[in-house]
Structure formats: structure tokens, C-alpha cells
């Protein structure tokens, strides 16, 4: 089945400065990676997905990138702002179990002013 | 379209208690997972439902049961409660039917405190 790993655990930067999140994944079938941000108190919202037929995808100031050889995918958040400040969520589905999502451990951003 | 919905937000039980959490999809969508998340802890898998039928199934222990209704609906209850089941439970609703419709939409949570 599919496993991810997600790093860091807890990211601090400069309001104004990028953010990046990192995800591996063990399955190389899988061809769809969501990442969602859970603001306190609220359930996880989908940011941005991605499927392996492309390499990059951008909303604004956010992008995710996805390299199927190393089987990793990153979150980038450019220009940083207080309200960026959440716990970030990758995903991967699993082709082996109904297309159940596998999560990360997650990523606390801390912006700081 | 309406959200996700999950009824109660809130809910205080004392150890040995059960309860029964709700939650209503998006309409059209058929699929409903459900997941624990304690302070600080990611998302862990408790079960998913698709046409009134388990589908997908985390490692919680049985006292933790669910059921699909005809209309999608779903409950999830929890039988026996510890101190420990203390969490905000979330569910989310997808479509559920394959490749192109995966993508998970999430409930705002209900809070358990387990006294």
C-alpha cells in the first residue's frame, strides 16, 4: 500500500519570504496528490491538487510541484503572509485501496511579522 | 452547493458512554470518510463508506463502528468511550466513483470531550 512522509514537521518564516513543504510517496501508480490547509478550529480545505500527468501546477501565490521519478511533491508558498499561518496536509491515493487518500503528518507554518 | 455538514459541533460524555456523530455530504456525492485528529496529531483513518458499504477501514479498535444511510448520510459511533477518544472527529465527503473524483471535501469537525 502507500506510505507518505511529510517534512518538516513545523516551518517558521519571515512574513515575505517563500515557503516550501515536501512530500514523498512509496507508490509509483499513484496519480493524484491533494494538499489541503487546516486553519484552527476549522476541518482541512483542498489549497491545491495535482495529477502525475503534469509536473507543476500554480493558483496565485501557491504551486505545487510533483517529480514522479523521485516520487516526491512539494507546496510552495511564495510571499508569505499572517494568514498563510496553518497546518498543511499532503495526500496520495492509494490505487490498491478504492482510491482511499494517504495522508502526511502535516506541517505547522509559522509566519512570523 | 451546501457543505459538508456534521452534527454535533460539540459534546461532552463521561468514560464508558457511547455516542453517535453525524454527518451529511455534499449532494451527489457518495462517499464518506471518516478520521480522528488529537492535539497536535494528523489525520488518522478510521473508516470509509461508499453505497451504504464499508469500503476502506483504519486500525481503530471495534468500538468504533459507522453506517451509511440510502441518502449518503453517514454516523459514526463509538462505543465504551476512554479518556483517550477524546479528539475532533471530521468527516469527508467525495464522490467517491474512481480517478477523477477523489478529491475530498471536509466537515468542520465535532469536538469530544471524554470526561
Known amino acids: 500500500g502507500e506510505n507518505v512522509e511529510q517534512h518538516p514537521s513545523t516551518l517558521s518564516v519571515q512574513e515575505g519570504d517563500s515557503a516550501v513543504i515536501k512530500c514523498t510517496y512509496s507508490d509509483s501508480a499513484s496519480n493524484y496528490f491533494p494538499w489541503y490547509k487546516q486553519e484552527l478550529g476549522k476541518g482541512p480545505q483542498l489549497i491545491i491538487d495535482?495529477?502525475?500527468n503534469v509536473g507543476e501546477k500554480k493558483d496565485q501565490r501557491i504551486a505545487v510541484t510533483l517529480n514522479k521519478t523521485a516520487k516526491h511533491f512539494s507546496l510552495h508558498i511564495t510571499e508569505t503572509q499572517p494568514e498563510d499561518s496553518a497546518v498543511y496536509f499532503c495526500?496520495?491515493?492509494?490505487?490498491?485501496?478504492?482510491?482511499?487518500?494517504?495522508w502526511g503528518a502535516g506541517t505547522k507554518l509559522i509566519i512570523k511579522p | 452547493k451546501a457543505g459538508v455538514t456534521q452534527t454535533p459541533r460539540y459534546l461532552i460524555k463521561t468514560r464508558g458512554q457511547q455516542v453517535t456523530l453525524s454527518c451529511s455530504p455534499i449532494s451527489g456525492h457518495r462517499s464518506v470518510s471518516w478520521y480522528q485528529q488529537t492535539p497536535g496529531q494528523g489525520l488518522q483513518f478510521l473508516f470509509e463508506?461508499?453505497?451504504?458499504?464499508?469500503?476502506n477501514k483504519g486500525n481503530f479498535p471495534g468500538r468504533f463502528s459507522g453506517r451509511q444511510f440510502s441518502n449518503s448520510r453517514s454516523e459514526m459511533n463509538v462505543s465504551t468511550l476512554e479518556l483517550g477518544d477524546s479528539a475532533l472527529y471530521l468527516c469527508?465527503?467525495?464522490?467517491?466513483?474512481?480517478?477523477?473524483?477523489?478529491?475530498?471535501?471536509f466537515g468542520p469537525g465535532t469536538r469530544l470531550l471524554v470526561l
Open positions: 463508506y461508499f453505497s451504504e458499504t464499508q469500503r
Open positions: 495535482i495529477r502525475s
Open positions: 469527508a465527503s467525495s464522490r467517491g466513483q474512481g480517478e477523477e473524483s477523489e478529491t475530498q471535501y
Open positions: 495526500a496520495a491515493i492509494d490505487m490498491d485501496s478504492n482510491y482511499q487518500l494517504i
